[in-house]
């Protein structure tokens, strides 16, 4: 028997859920979150939750079907809504969209952007500039990068070394020097709406990889000639790749030039610094874009700014710590953190990106003195 309006539940999975859960809260709907983590924040706002990391840090695949058929069968599931994790993983997508109202982009959909072999002569015959790709390792090495076929969030972005092999799962990508940049959008699989512009850095952590993900702020000043181009793009990809609902593109802005470095087909890590700017949040907006609607978003005023805050040696945390409002991603007291994983985030506001930027780091400072001080 199908359920009732009250009884049934988005299922949304995610490396992190929070975002995307809180999203939810936003505009009243109830939500099954699966990640990595099951943090404190997300369990406090989703109707249930649980953890469904493997060993290796990442989804495991049967613990994740089965806590989606056990926590929000077929029967009684809104909708199917996911985040970063699964690019690489088109069967486990279909998997768990089987049954149930998949909000996103198939699995075809991710294949595409996310195959080297065929986005990038895509972005070609689009006109769109990308550094150069191939499969095959450079004479020289230097100034190349290594990346993994579907991976998310940098991690797995190394410089590529004469050592590496042409490999199925890997490809190269010549270094573009530039600021690094995403345009967060919608899509209705036939035009874009931007929802905004955000500048992103790495960790700069000894810890992790040089490219992982450390943060990102919003609305970074940009000649407005470069917006033009880039909205133009997103236009010209989705047109080609039917992309639906929340996505984002990941480029390199060397003078007025945006050099394509890849499409996330999927509500990306940056729906932070913009969901307050969204009556109902985005979650509500993804949704809508996926049926078919897209709304225009009014510029808001200021700027936001979130940073990851990654262990740099194992750490205990503290039982009963007094959180800072500002932080998000809460582990459970008594949680041991890995070396090189993520502890939490940060937020800031500001006037400007600048100012946000700034703020943000000084927080990812306090919010280490506090954790290394309370674990000491």
């Not at 797995?156 to 995403?182: C, D, E, I, K």
Request: overall charge positive; charged content about 20%.
């Amino acid at each position: 028997m199908p359920a009732s309006p009250e009884q049934a539940s988005l299922l949304l999975v995610s490396a992190s859920g929070r975002a995307l859960a809180q999203s939810a809260a936003r505009c009243g709907m109830r939500a099954v979150v699966l990640d990595l983590f099951n943090d404190m924040d997300v369990r406090e706002v989703a109707s249930s939750s649980r953890c469904v990391a493997g060993r290796s840090g990442k989804f495991d695949g049967a613990k994740l079907l089965a806590a989606a058929a056990d926590l929000c069968p077929p029967e009684t599931c809104a909708g199917f809504v996911y985040g970063s994790g699964l690019e690489g993983r088109p069967r486990l997508l279909e998997r768990l969209a089987r049954g149930r109202q998949l909000f996103g982009n198939p699995a075809s959909t991710v294949a595409l952007v996310k195959d080297p072999r065929r986005f990038f002569p895509l972005l070609d015959s689009l006109g769109i500039p990308h550094p150069e790709v191939r499969l095959d390792p450079p004479d020289d090495v230097s100034r190349w990068l290594v990346k993994r076929i579907g991976g998310a969030g940098g991690g797995h972005v190394r410089p590529a070394r004469s050592r590496h092999r042409a490999r199925p799962f890997r490809y190269f990508q010549a270094l573009q020097a530039g600021r690094t940049l995403s345009a967060l959008f919608a899509a209705d699989g036939r035009r874009a709406q931007l929802i905004g512009f955000n500048e992103q850095w790495s960790a700069f952590a000894r810890s992790t990889s040089p490219y992982c993900y450390g943060g990102a702020v919003s609305h970074p000043a940009l000649p407005a000639s470069v917006c033009q181009s880039v909205t133009a793009m997103l236009d010209h990809l989705v047109g080609a790749t039917k992309l639906v609902g929340l996505n984002g593109l990941d480029f390199i802005l060397a003078g007025e030039v945006p050099w394509v470095l890849e499409v996330n087909p999927r509500p990306t890590a940056t729906i932070d610094l913009h969901d307050a700017d969204v009556e109902g949040g985005l979650l509500a907006l993804h949704l809508r874009a996926c049926r078919g609607e897209l709304v225009r978003i009014p510029r808001s005023v200021g700027s936001r700014a979130h940073a990851i805050v990654y262990a740099d040696r194992p750490v205990r945390v503290p039982a009963g710590m007094a959180w800072p409002d500002w932080s998000t991603d809460i582990p459970a007291g008594g949680s041991l953190i890995r070396t090189g994983a993520p502890v939490c985030s940060v937020h800031a506001a500001a006037a400007d990106s600048d100012q946000a930027r700034d703020l943000a780091g000084m927080r990812v400072k306090q919010m280490q003195s506090l954790l290394w001080e309370r674990a000491a």
